[in-house]
């Protein structure tokens, strides 16, 4: 079994900079599929949430045969608050495929998985897309690429890296920018040049650390990792290493490897394969296939702590039930919340407060409001509260924070109200600079507690132009109390349905959050006060007939209209004493104890203590 001719890369960039795009060219102009198959663009984003906001959720494998070379091709997530898949599969390449936008450079998601593959050691090829956008500047994109490298001490190398420059989406690709148009055909001849093959021996031992996952509805759960030794193959017997140090015999049912980007089953995988593996009833990533005479425990892969929580629990509304939902008690939860964190061990849960409270925590809002988006497709039914910081304490019980580096560009013009939006929630400036074209871009270190709810509030202050983007830093010590929203809230006095009537007579009192027809509950919340104390309101009141009618104007009621919330502005909406009513088919915002007596001693107990 010769490795010489296998190669393994994973593509790195930041959201939106058409890494995945880039794969589409490479799967199709190495012949991945037949002439007249139909595929639809971005075919690595198998998930429709994926699909739907154009970023990479999951870490995924695809492989390709190029001049009787194998090349594996492993997806990576450019964002941040997935890094915990990031984190697991470079372990599984040689080399990775940086790919950064010629117009923007390289972005902080960029930095951050660079960082990682560096570290690692691993060889690095720069591709600048998206050439053929107005006002890009390639040769500037590549220079910053060389400045990161350089700060994040990249060796001589890694310095030394290769170079193309192309667009994905027209599908061409050059050597140097003044070349003629080629296909990427230049960039895979660049893979095979400047990556080094896998190493291994294939008669050695079988070794291989689990990695990631799949899941097939005919097989089960499948385990995905690179052969680092010895020859794996169906009926195989091996011994499990797991977390607690202990080790158990498994067999190996079916070994599958990537054809494309389908599994297909094969007879044998050596060194350097990527390979799915099924048999394993019960697994966790990190685990270590090896030799039944002779195991060895790989060290475990090391994935960053998390930095927000949220408590998850049971839906206890009125209305519980009624709006599609089919997975509704705290067993269907914990199920659902234990295989989320089987295949993202960067998303921790515990139980809290007996057996219908769970506290999640992740890298970030976006990665614990994906897990809720595909949560609620998939018909559960629940209530999330407000996102709380991990705090953590030093040797001398100093209390310690995350902290996160925080860039912003924006026109000139807007800056002022933006230091200042950006001073209230304890950012410090680390530097602002001013370019020709009057857009400023500002760099700062803030608390974690200050991104919640920030961009929408930049979008805001800059009129739609600010463009931002963050990236964890480290703990440093708690920089004290930053304001939450301002504002109360209106909340429904009685059940029933919103009535236009009610809703026009509230209408100067603040904005409304629910439509007219709505159905509500006690201590729903229906729109936001002008002023910042939370007021009770009877939105299902209905105009009573009398004889006495305007020719018409009772008909005519012209309502504002409401602020439909997303899920994200839901969660970064609410306080402490309020959560999120999640449904298959509506979100709802309620106080999170509906009784107004009994809010009235909370509130008065809370203010005691303080």
Do not use: W
Request: glycine share 8%; proline share 5%; charged share 25%.
């Amino acid at each position: 079994m010769d490795t010489s001719n296998i190669r393994n890369i994973a593509i790195i960039a930041h959201v939106d900079h058409g890494k995945t795009t880039l794969v589409d060219q490479l799967l199709k102009q190495c012949g991945s599929f037949h002439e007249n198959e139909e595929v639809q663009e971005r075919v690595m984003d198998s998930d429709n949430l994926e699909r739907e906001r154009g970023i990479t959720i999951l870490s995924k494998n695809a492989h390709v045969n190029y001049k009787g070379y194998s090349v594996n091709i492993v997806d990576t997530p450019g964002h941040a608050d997935f890094g915990g898949q990031v984190e697991r599969v470079l372990g599984t390449v040689d080399g990775v495929l940086l790919v950064v936008d010629a117009f923007e450079g390289p972005m902080a998601q960029t930095r951050f998985v660079t960082q990682k593959a560096l570290e690692l050691g691993l060889i690095p090829i720069v591709v600048v897309n998206k050439i053929d956008r107005d006002g890009c500047n390639p040769h500037l994109a590549l220079d910053k690429v060389f400045d990161l490298f350089c700060e994040l001490n990249a060796n001589e190398e890694q310095l030394d890296f290769a170079h193309v420059f192309g667009s994905g989406r027209k599908g061409i690709c050059r050597r140097e920018l003044g070349d003629e148009d080629g296909d990427f055909r230049i960039l895979m001849d660049l893979i095979l040049e400047r990556i080094p093959a896998p190493k291994g021996d294939p008669k050695a031992a079988p070794l291989l650390q689990i990695a990631s996952l799949e899941y097939s509805g005919f097989l089960g759960r499948l385990a995905v990792g690179r052969v680092k030794e010895g020859t794996f193959k169906p009926n195989l017997t091996v011994a499990q290493s797991l977390d607690d140090g202990t080790v158990r015999s498994i067999r190996i049912q079916k070994i599958l490897r990537y054809e494309g980007v389908t599994p297909k089953p094969v007879e044998e995988a050596g060194p350097g394969d990527i390979i799915l593996i099924a048999g394993l009833d019960k697994f966790d990533i990190g685990d270590t296939l090896s030799s039944v005479a002779n195991p060895v425990h790989l060290p475990r892969i090391h994935i960053d702590p998390p930095t927000i929580s949220m408590l998850f629990t049971v839906n206890t509304s009125p209305l519980a039930g009624k709006y599609g939902g089919k997975f509704l008690t705290g067993n269907h939860l914990l199920e659902r919340l234990e295989r989320a964190h089987m295949s993202d061990p960067a998303l921790l849960v515990e139980k809290v407060d007996g057996a219908s409270t769970f506290k999640v925590s992740g890298r970030g809002i976006l990665h614990l409001t994906i897990l809720v988006e595909n949560m609620r497709r998939e018909a559960y039914e629940f209530t999330i509260g407000s996102p709380q910081v991990i705090f953590q304490k030093d040797s001398s019980g100093k209390l310690l924070e995350p902290i996160e580096s925080f860039k912003v560009e924006l026109p000139a013009e807007y800056s002022g109200a933006v230091i200042e939006e950006l001073g209230k929630r304890k950012g410090e400036m680390q530097n602002m600079v001013q370019d020709d074209n009057n857009r400023v871009f500002l760099e700062y270190t803030i608390p974690s507690r200050g991104l919640i709810g920030l961009r929408p509030v930049l979008l805001s202050l800059s009129k739609g132009y600010a463009v931002s983007q963050s990236i964890f830093l480290e703990y440093q010590a708690y920089k004290g109390e930053i304001p939450a929203r301002v504002n109360g809230v209106m909340i429904a006095k009685d059940s029933g349905d919103a009535a236009s009537y009610a809703l026009s007579k509230l209408e100067d009192r603040g904005y409304m959050i629910i439509p007219p027809g709505a159905e509500v509950y006690p201590g729903m919340i229906v729109g936001e006060h002008n002023r910042n104390v939370d007021i009770i309101v009877n939105v299902t009141k209905g105009k009573h007939l009398t004889n006495m009618r305007a020719s018409g104007s009772d008909d005519n009621i012209q309502l504002t209209p409401y602020r439909r919330l997303t899920l994200e502005e839901c969660v970064t909406f609410i306080n402490d004493d309020e959560c999120i009513e999640v449904t298959p088919e509506i979100l709802r915002i309620r106080k999170a104890t509906l009784d107004p007596h009994k809010r009235k001693q909370e509130s008065k107990v809370q203010t005691e203590e303080e």
